[in-house]
C-alpha cells in the first residue's frame, strides 16, 4: 500500500475511534434537525426499556437468562448517565415527527431534571441487584427503576393509546 493510503486509512481510523469514544455518532452529534432528534430520542428510549424488558424476563423465568439481564442492566444504566438536554432537546415536543413529549416537560425543566436525576441511581441499585443475583432483589430493585420512570411518563409523555 501506498503512504498516502495508510494516512487516509490511520486517519480514518483515529476518526472513527474519536467518534465512537466520545459518542458523536452522525445520527446523534447533534442532530440539528428535530424529527431526526426525535427519532434518536425514541431510540434510545428504546434501548432503555429494552434493558428493562430483559431483566422483567429474566425476574419472570420468561427465557431471559443471568447475562441478558446483566446487559439489560448496563443499557439502562448507559442511558440514565445521559444528559437529559441532549435526549430532550427544545423544539421537540408533540408536533415534532411523532414525539409523544409534553411541552409542559420543557416548561418545567427543574421537574425533568429532578426525574431524570432519579433514574442513575435507581439504575445503579438494579445493576448492584443483579450482580447479587437475588431474584428478590432484582425484582424490587426493577420496580423501584420502573416506577421512576414511570413517574415522567406520567407526567411529561402523552399517553398511548
Not at 133 to 144: E, K, N, S, W, Y
Request: with cysteine; charged share 25%; proline share 3%.
Amino acid at each position: 500500500m501506498s503512504n498516502r493510503v495508510v494516512n487516509v486509512l490511520a486517519a480514518a481510523s483515529v476518526a472513527g475511534l474519536m467518534f465512537s469514544l466520545f459518542g458523536m455518532s452522525a445520527g446523534a452529534a447533534g442532530a440539528a434537525d428535530p424529527a431526526e432528534q426525535v427519532k434518536d430520542r425514541q431510540q434510545t428510549m428504546k434501548k432503555l426499556g429494552g434493558g428493562m424488558g430483559a431483566v422483567a424476563k429474566f425476574v419472570k423465568n420468561e427465557g431471559a437468562t443471568a447475562e441478558d439481564a446483566t446487559k439489560g442492566a448496563e443499557a439502562v444504566l448507559a442511558v440514565s448517565k445521559m444528559d437529559p438536554k441532549k435526549i430532550f432537546p427544545e423544539g421537540t415536543a408533540v408536533g415534532v415527527a411523532d414525539s409523544a413529549a409534553k411541552p409542559d416537560l420543557w416548561k418545567n425543566w427543574a421537574e425533568t431534571q429532578k426525574y431524570w436525576s432519579a433514574v442513575q441511581p435507581a439504575a445503579e441499585k438494579l445493576d448492584a441487584a443483579i450482580k447479587g443475583g437475588d431474584r428478590a432483589q432484582i425484582a424490587q430493585a426493577l420496580g423501584a427503576t420502573s416506577k421512576t420512570c414511570g413517574s415522567c411518563h406520567e407526567d411529561f409523555r402523552v399517553k398511548k393509546n
